[in-house]
């Protein structure tokens, strides 16, 4: 996998609360964000959806509520030095549009579903 082909993660720090997850999300006009501890490593995801059925109808205080008690933990990832078909195919079967990419357990950027699809498709010819 080839660092160019990334995109850019959105992010949020475990202990950064969910008030400003929501503001993370709103000015990225992004539905979900990658919850790094403090070595940089992925260890959840926050989605819209998951604010709005963990945080809003459970009537917790968005400004007290930490992104690490609302968070799926340990989301699908992949690494920069795994291939494009291993990534597709977890991607295929979680039926997810993107995965965080990870080097030396870090996460270095996110690689999009139709990204890997256009090259495994080049690989395969």
Excluded at 57 to 68: G, I, L
Aim: glycine residues 4%; hydrophobic residues 35%.
């Amino acid at each position: 996998m080839k660092k160019e082909h990334l995109t850019d993660a959105v992010i949020c720090r475990m202990n950064d609360k969910i008030l400003e997850v929501s503001r993370i999300l709103r000015d990225t006009q992004r539905r979900h964000l990658i919850v790094l501890n403090d070595n940089d490593s992925p260890i959840g995801i926050i989605s819209t959806v998951d604010i709005n059925n963990r945080v809003v109808a459970e009537n917790k205080d968005p400004e007290k509520t930490k992104a690490t008690e609302i968070m799926t933990k340990n989301p699908a990832m992949t690494d920069l030095g795994d291939s494009y078909e291993k990534a597709y195919q977890t991607m295929a079967r979680l039926g997810t549009h993107s995965i965080p990419v990870t080097e030396k357990g870090k996460l270095i950027g996110m690689l999009e579903f139709m990204t890997a699809l256009n090259i495994k498709r080049q690989e395969g010819k």
